[in-house]
């Protein structure tokens, strides 16, 4: 980014993110969607609904942090696009590892607080199985994701750190609350 | 380095992060599971909810990236009082594009509701929550994300590091709470 002094404006900034920033929104809508067509299920199982905002996070954490460190390692020259490139695959066995290890946790924590104040609406065993499921699927696909965007961008010569993170942060928020209720239609 | 290498490497410099946003986003699914009534007596609101949601992390992780580089560069001063006029132009323009940009999802929202025919409240009530979260929750994030990155440099830290945890932690919850307080006062006033 060239920091003059016009890029420092109000209205510059503003003019600059403000397209993207509707663009991510109408996808983002998608999601809102598909939790508007679940409220009734959702109001029915708090437990469920409180791994709402979670699950969408953490699809967009886990996309957003290895599309940065795929973004840099490409900066590096540390990356080619090859099924058998030791830090693409490195990383994305990380990626599904991190989900492992942190999903059932999220799926306790989130039975243990919805039980704190009130009704769960599910046992403890199937929202610890959702939260697992969820995260093993949802990081395959933002993996599947974040390696596309990256690759489009470097193809496009486009910044990888201007156009993947914001793309794939909001595709993976998408994917959460899709997977979260694909799992939950298949386990509940 | 094997692959087995890099995926520890990754692994042990991501799970703290993941962890924290993991509890963030836990008590932001409590504020969620607190809001009930309101998402009953707001149809509409919460197809609004992942929106607003991402618009929180979108734009304040983007101000708190934009003041870590600017920080690095000497751009700008780090010093916490409205002394700094670029410093002062970025937070302006970042509350401007929060609360335009939840203003336009309430919008496209009522209209999409509209067009598939699913129940929506009224226009001017899902636009006023909207405005008035994207109002609350762009104060709070602004003197979070301004205060951490700021104080963080000064202490010697790395801004860049900083910025992304304190938004993934505090964005959601932030921005779930805010969501509620604005439905609670807009029923209040009447525009339920």
Redesign the interface.
């Known amino acids: 980014?060239v920091?003059g002094?016009a890029e420092?404006?109000?209205?510059a900034?503003?003019r600059t993110?403000?397209p993207l920033?509707?663009v991510?929104?109408?996808i983002?809508?998608v999601?809102?969607?598909v939790?508007?067509s679940f409220?009734a299920t959702?109001?029915a199982a708090?437990s469920l609904?409180?791994?709402?905002?979670?699950?969408?996070?953490?699809g967009?954490?886990?996309g957003s942090?290895l599309a940065a460190?795929l973004s840099t390692a490409l900066h590096l020259g540390l990356l080619s696009f090859s099924p058998t490139d030791?830090?693409l695959?490195?990383?994305a066995?990380?990626?599904i590892?991190?989900s492992l290890?942190?999903f059932p946790?999220?799926g306790a924590?989130?039975w243990g607080?919805?039980a704190f104040?009130?009704e769960t609406g599910l046992t403890l065993g199937t929202v610890v199985l959702i939260a697992l499921l969820s995260g093993l699927v949802l990081s395959v696909l933002a993996v599947v994701v974040t390696v596309v965007t990256t690759y489009a961008a470097y193809r496009y010569r486009l910044d990888p750190d201007d156009v993947v993170v914001?793309v794939v942060?909001?595709v993976c928020?998408?994917l959460g609350?899709l997977v979260l209720f694909g799992v939950y239609r298949v386990v509940a | 380095?094997?692959?087995?290498?890099?995926?520890?490497?990754?692994?042990r410099e991501?799970?703290p992060?993941?962890?924290l946003?993991?509890?963030?986003?836990?008590?932001?699914?409590?504020v969620?599971?607190?809001m009930?009534a309101e998402?009953?007596a707001v149809p509409?609101l919460?197809?609004?909810?992942?929106?607003l949601?991402?618009?929180r992390?979108?734009?304040y992780g983007?101000l708190g990236a934009?003041l870590g580089?600017?920080l690095h560069?000497g751009?700008i001063e780090p010093t916490l009082g409205f002394g700094d006029?670029?410093l002062n132009?970025?937070i302006?323009?970042?509350l401007?594009?929060g609360i335009?940009?939840s203003g336009?999802?309430a919008v496209?929202?009522v209209v999409?509701?509209r067009v598939?025919g699913?129940e929506s409240a009224g226009l001017a009530t899902l636009v006023a929550i909207s405005l008035l979260a994207g109002l609350l929750s762009g104060l709070l994030l602004t003197v979070a994300v301004v205060t951490v990155v700021v104080v963080g440099y000064r202490r010697g830290l790395n801004p860049d590091t900083l910025a992304g945890p304190v938004v993934?932690t505090t964005g959601?919850v932030v921005g779930?709470a805010t969501m509620l307080v604005a439905a609670r006062i807009v029923l209040a006033v009447g525009g339920g």
């Open positions: 980014m920091e002094s420092w404006s109000v209205s900034i503003v993110m403000l920033l509707c991510l929104t109408a983002e809508l999601s809102g969607l939790l508007e409220e959702l109001l708090p609904l409180l791994l709402v905002p979670v699950t969408i996070g953490m967009g954490n886990l942090v460190r030791d830090r695959a490195g990383n066995v990380a990626t590892g991190l290890t942190v946790l999220v924590g989130a607080l919805t104040v009130g914001p942060t909001n928020d998408v609350v | 380095m094997t692959v087995r290498e890099i995926a520890a490497e990754a692994y991501t799970i992060v993941l962890v946003s993991a509890i963030g986003g836990l008590f932001a699914g409590l969620l599971v607190g009930e998402l009953a509409g919460l197809v609004l909810v992942p929106a949601l991402a618009t992390g979108n734009v983007s934009r580089s600017a560069q751009v006029e670029r132009a970025a302006a323009a970042a401007a594009n335009l940009v336009f999802a496209l929202g999409v509701l598939l699913s993934t959601d779930i």
